[in-house]
């Protein structure tokens, strides 16, 4: 759904989410917001520097959605959850070991332990492939994509085709986690990313498999 907003842009992110409860009847508490990440309640939309004619996204449910089903990539999720529980922590598994023991990449974007941060602005880069190529992660949002960049070439995935995304701290560097993003119906369309910054794994978890909400 697409809304015209007026809005005063001296009024913080929680005063938006009063506005867009009155549009759209999801309660505040279940909005995410997003401009350039997530949007932070405290602030002023002046101070995020949202501009006249800016596009603003929300990800949300009526409490009503939520009683009546689980959406199908949140069961996925579970299972694999339950599936992960199972086994050996992936980190030590040989296939992700021969990644993992190159060591941490020189160019890899600083982590902040302990800390959720909204996607930066800038492509998340320095991190390695499956092959341990470098790779590059850049979250289009206006066009509900996700750009997975290499050396040799650009996948340009909508988020929709993204069935989950998977992540673990890797062992003795609890800051960095490997991710995977599954692009088709078994493990063995897992895209592996290695030395994902921990700030930002909940924020990339929400973008990809959020639904969104324009206006």
Not at 42 to 52: A, S
Not at 57 to 72: E, R
Not at 112 to 121: A, D, F, M, S
Not at 194 to 207: G, H, R
Request: glycine share 6%; net charge positive.
């Amino acid at each position: 759904n697409k809304y015209e907003v007026k809005f005063c842009l001296d009024s913080t992110g929680a005063e938006l989410k009063q506005k867009i409860h009155s549009l759209t009847g999801l309660p505040p508490a279940m909005q995410k917001v997003m401009f350039k990440g997530l949007l932070p309640e405290e602030k002023t939309l002046r101070e995020i520097k949202v501009t006249n004619g800016a596009k603003i996204m929300v990800v949300g449910s009526t409490i009503n959605d939520v009683l009546a089903v689980n959406t199908p990539k949140e069961a996925a999720q579970q299972e694999v959850k339950a599936e992960e529980n199972k086994k050996e922590p992936l980190c030590r598994q040989k296939q992700h070991r021969k990644v993992l023991d190159k060591g941490k990449p020189d160019d890899v974007m600083p982590s902040v332990k302990g800390v959720q941060e909204r996607l930066p602005t800038v492509p998340l880069s320095g991190m390695y492939n499956k092959s341990g190529g470098k790779v590059r992660l850049t979250f289009k949002l206006e066009q509900d994509q996700l750009w997975i960049g290499t050396k040799e070439r650009t996948e340009k995935l909508p988020m929709g085709s993204i069935k989950n995304v998977v992540s673990e701290p890797i062992e003795g560097h609890e800051d960095y986690h490997m991710m995977a993003f599954q692009l088709g119906p078994t493990e063995a369309s897992y895209y592996w990313v290695y030395w994902v910054p921990t700030q930002y794994v909940d924020a990339i978890k929400d973008t990809v498999l959020g639904k969104w909400q324009y206006f």
